[in-house]
């Protein structure tokens, strides 16, 4: 299984973007997903995830702004980021969860799965 994040690039203060996580490969059931993000010099820090059952786990940092959410006919999770700030330019990541497991977890190493990561940067 092998996951592609896309959707990031420039934006500015108080804008939005959508970032995709496409997975691709055998078939996939790994349905608990999460969004992770690092900035240059910091951790990689939760985002938000979502359960098999599709309920929501949000930082404290993004409430309110952004959303998860996944089309299973297409295998894709969406992370919509809106009222952004210079604070969240970072890499982000998706990740998915082993199979079989149905809750999300806010560590990284409880993630098994990982895209290449994509680019946000938000512009003063």
């Known amino acids: 299984v092998q996951l592609q994040a896309s959707g990031g690039g420039l934006v500015q203060a108080g804008g939005s973007l959508r970032l995709s996580c496409a997975a691709s490969?055998?078939?996939?059931?790994?349905?608990?997903m999460g969004w992770f993000r690092q900035a240059p010099g910091k951790e990689r820090e939760f985002v938000v995830g979502i359960s098999c059952s599709g309920g929501n786990t949000t930082a404290d940092s993004v409430k309110g702004r952004f959303t998860i959410s996944r089309d299973n006919t297409k295998n894709t999770v969406y992370l919509q980021m809106n009222s952004l700030k210079p604070e969240d330019t970072a890499v982000y990541y998706c990740?998915?969860?082993?199979?079989?497991?149905?809750?999300?977890?806010?560590?990284?190493?409880?993630?098994?799965?990982w895209g290449q990561g994509t680019l946000v940067t938000v512009s003063s």
């Open positions: 490969g055998r078939a996939f059931s790994n349905c608990v």
């Open positions: 990740a998915a969860r082993g199979s079989g497991i149905t809750v999300v977890h806010t560590t990284p190493r409880a993630y098994i799965v």
